[in-house]
């Protein structure tokens, strides 16, 4: 059984550009959870999706990043214009909500590095 | 503010022996409690959880404590082997059943042969 899947692994970019992070949660799950990991402040929740509809986006630190759920299977993480503080490994996370509670299941992260 | 503390950042053990991390929670409303394991370039796994009405939860060589009055959860493992090797994130359910965690900064377990 597949797990999350990330991609892209790492990307590397300039500052400016936009960065398009992608996840396909595990199949049945109905959350979708983006974190974002640094030294400073270790994992921090970004967004959160219940049945494709975002519940709480306060963790989204700027106008600049936005995430979407088109559907269940798919979601992106938006950053527009990145910058270098920016810079962190960006994990998503699934869970099914009522059974095993809060059990969260995490993909693998995408390293970003803006230069 | 931190709703959720790891104290220790690392620990060092000895193949065979206990290990023995911490956490520490100020939220009273905190209702479950998760650790999970994570090994470099990889994502945090799932490893055991429990719940406020409980004290105690085992799996394996894996035991998790809750102490509610001092708002402090322990993860013991014995015995502790190289493949135990790894961070551990505690995290707490912050209210409701979407799972919401907040999590702890982490300890960086070594276990040496």
């Known amino acids: 059984d597949a797990g999350v899947i990330q991609s892209p692994r790492h990307e590397v970019t300039e500052m400016g550009q936009e960065v398009t992070l992608r996840c396909k949660p595990i199949?049945?799950?109905?959350?979708l959870f983006w974190y974002r990991q640094t030294m400073m402040r270790g994992l921090e929740l970004l967004i959160y999706f219940n049945n494709n509809v975002p519940i709480d986006d306060s963790g989204m630190p700027e106008d600049r990043f936005s995430a979407k759920m088109p559907n269940a299977s798919f979601s992106t993480l938006k950053i527009q214009p990145s910058e270098p503080r920016d810079s962190a490994v960006y994990f998503c996370a699934s869970s099914f909500s009522g059974v095993a509670k809060n059990i969260q299941y995490f993909g693998a992260g995408t390293r970003l590095s803006v230069l | 503010d931190q709703q959720v503390k790891q104290n220790s950042p690392s620990l060092s053990v000895q193949e065979g022996r206990i290990s023995i991390l911490n956490c520490d929670y100020t939220?009273?409303?905190?209702?479950?409690f998760l650790w999970y394991k994570k090994y470099p370039a990889e994502g945090p796994t799932f490893l055991i959880s429990?719940?406020?009405?409980?004290d105690k939860n085992e799996d394996g060589r894996f035991t998790v404590f809750l102490n509610k009055s001092a708002k402090h959860l322990s993860l013991h493992i014995v015995p502790s082997q190289p493949g135990d090797s790894a961070v551990y994130f505690c995290a707490s359910n912050y209210g409701g059943s979407q799972g919401n965690l907040i999590f702890g900064k982490g300890t960086k377990l070594s276990v040496k042969p």
């Open positions: 199949s049945g799950h109905n959350s």
């Open positions: 429990i719940s406020s009405i409980k």
């Open positions: 939220n009273s409303m905190f209702d479950y």
